[in-house]
Nanobody, 118 residues
Framework: QVQLEESGGALVQPGGSLRLSCAAS????????MGWYRQSPGSQRTLVAA???????MYTESVVGRFTISRDFDTKMVYLEMNNLKPEDTAVYYC????????????WGQGTQVTVSS
């Protein structure tokens, strides 16, 4: 089983920045599509950003221009750089791995809390 471990969540003021990190274990990291999802209480878990092994990115519209997903193939780390944070960004953020990007074999991290509040 692939293991994913997120870190970096914190309490931050509106307009602030955070970088979330996801440490991935296992093999074939380069052929996984990696992603970040988020979930607020009472809401569905939704995709924030995704990054294929080939470098193609996807972002939900509300974070375009503010968030950047990246990965390091040597260290098997995935990052989500979040800038100009807004209260509506408050959620538990989850790292996600999708083998081949097909949606058939997926893995989740445990989540890290991001709270944006003044």
């Amino acid at each position: 089983q692939v293991q994913l471990e997120e870190s970096g969540g914190a309490l931050v003021q509106p307009g602030g920045s955070l970088r979330l990190s996801c440490a991935a274990s296992g093999t074939d990291f380069k052929i996984y599509t990696m992603g970040w999802y988020r979930q607020s209480p009472g809401s569905q878990r939704t995709l924030v950003a995704a990054l294929t092994g080939g470098g193609r990115t996807m972002y939900t519209e509300s974070v375009v221009g503010r968030f950047t997903i990246s990965r390091d193939f040597d260290t098997k780390m995935v990052y989500l750089e979040m800038n100009n944070l807004k209260p509506e960004d408050t959620a538990v953020y989850y790292c996600h791995a999708d083998y081949m990007g097909w949606g058939a074999t997926v893995f989740w991290g445990q989540g890290t809390q991001v709270t944006v509040s003044s």
